[in-house]
């Protein structure tokens, strides 16, 4: 192991670098409190704010996985298409079966302009997670319970209001509805065998109302649907604690841009249409399986030095006081003082590790988890 390779792995540089990330982020959380009054009086320049302070959170999270832990992405994709991804709005349909599929989704909004504005279809529980959910309140993300009867209204309410949003963004739905596990797979595949669908190797049955609906009320606002399936090299199923000790991965992206036009209006016909979409899905992740690789020709677009530099400016901001901080700490030689940060650098660990918590498949919710009675019809 390379020196720096050690270095990426020891405990205290993950401890600043979390420290950087939660300070920051409630800062920016604070500062987006303070666009509230502005919403009244110009919605449009509060969205503008916001989507530049969402910026530089998320850019973090990104900057991590670009530059700490050099992972490389490449996405393959019709040519024609490549000249208009991140100049249009768009739909993004995306597997949910890693720990960091989200974070691979951020790095190609990053490489393409629209991560600060970019949205998603999210479970009601994140809204509460603190940096990243209370971000997402003021980025009018799209929440729901999963509970068709309690979501509807809801979601059709907040995605109206996407309609005239200032910035180019991506809305991102995982239509599954859950990250997979053997145990979720083995019941929805119970589910797809009594609607007479044919059954999915890599994807859990998606569910198709939170599609129907998004399609719906994003028509004339989002252009295309981005089909996306991702997969990484050599089998690898990479964590956030693994970007975090600077392990170096390689996601593959396959994308497939749909014109909206295509996809069908009435509700039945759209759920067909998007279980077909789903048994393309799972061949392209066969042919990965099989051959290493998607179909079609790739591209890598380049990583863009921004969120370096963010993560720079936030690192210098925060990390001064720190140092003096700890050095008057150290120079009092106060029991209590040094006791009391003690103290608090648990509470940042305990938060953070915490936090990282929500990103693993392992502790996921339960939701699809249980047997649903079957009635054949
Ligand atoms: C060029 C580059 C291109 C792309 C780059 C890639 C990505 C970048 C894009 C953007 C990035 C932006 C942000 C990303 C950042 C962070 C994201 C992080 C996380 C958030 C993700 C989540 O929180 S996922 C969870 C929440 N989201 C969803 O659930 C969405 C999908 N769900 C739905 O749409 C649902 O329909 C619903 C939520 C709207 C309603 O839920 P409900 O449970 O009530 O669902 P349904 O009514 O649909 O379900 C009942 C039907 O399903 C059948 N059923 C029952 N059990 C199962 C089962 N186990 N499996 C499957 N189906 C089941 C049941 O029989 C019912 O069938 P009916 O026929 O009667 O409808
Ligand atoms: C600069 C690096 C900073 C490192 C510290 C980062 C700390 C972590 C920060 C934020 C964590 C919250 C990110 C929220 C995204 C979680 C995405 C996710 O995958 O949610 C799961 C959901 O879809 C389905 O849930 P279930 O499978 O049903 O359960």
């Not at 992206?253 to 014109?259: A, C, D, G, Q």
């Amino acid at each position: 192991m390379g020196l720096l390779q050690l270095l990426k792995s020891q405990f205290l540089c993950h401890l600043i670098i979390c420290y950087v990330f939660l300070v920051s982020g409630l800062i920016i959380n604070l500062l987006q409190l303070c666009t509230l009054p502005l919403w009244t009086v110009s919605k449009q320049l509060a969205r503008r704010i916001n989507i530049r302070l969402a910026y530089c959170i998320t850019s973090q999270m990104v900057a991590a996985l670009e530059w700490w832990s050099g992972t490389e992405c490449t996405l393959y994709t019709d040519p024609k298409s490549y000249p208009l991804y991140g100049k249009e709005n768009a739909i993004v349909v995306l597997n949910h079966t890693f720990d960091i599929d989200f974070l691979c989704g951020w790095t190609f909004c990053e490489r393409f302009g629209v991560l600060g504005s970019s949205k998603v279809l999210a479970k009601k529980e994140l809204s509460y997670v603190p940096v990243i959910g209370w971000m997402w309140y003021f980025l009018e993300i799209v929440f729901c319970k999963r509970k068709w009867e309690e979501d509807r209204s809801m979601v059709t309410k907040s995605l109206q209001k996407l309609q005239d949003y200032p910035e180019n963004f991506w809305f991102l739905l995982y239509c599954e509805g859950t990250r997979f596990t053997p145990k979720k797979h083995k019941i929805s595949m119970q589910v797809a065998e009594s609607k007479g669908l044919a059954k999915l190797k890599y994807h859990l049955l998606p569910r198709t109302k939170g599609f129907w609906v998004t399609a719906q009320n994003l028509r004339g606002t989002a252009a295309a649907v981005y089909d996306s399936t991702l997969n990484f090299r050599n089998d690898e199923a990479p964590t956030l604690r693994g970007i975090l000790n600077g392990k170096k991965y390689h996601a593959d992206l396959y994308v497939r841009r749909i014109p909206l036009e295509l996809v069908p209006e009435d509700e039945a016909e759209c759920a067909a249409w998007l279980h077909k979409l789903y048994q393309e899905k799972d061949d392209f992740q066969e042919h990965y399986t099989q051959t290493g690789r998607f179909p079609g020709p790739t591209v890598s677009p380049p990583r863009r030095p921004w969120s370096l530099i963010n993560w720079l400016f936030w690192s210098c901001l925060l990390l001064y006081p720190l140092g003096l901080l700890l050095t008057q700490l150290i120079s009092s030689g106060s029991l209590l003082t040094i006791v009391a940060s003690l103290a608090v650098c648990s509470a940042v660990s305990f938060g953070v590790r915490w936090m990282i918590g929500q990103t693993e498949i392992h502790r996921g919710s339960s939701y699809g988890n249980k047997e649903v009675p079957l009635n054949n019809n």
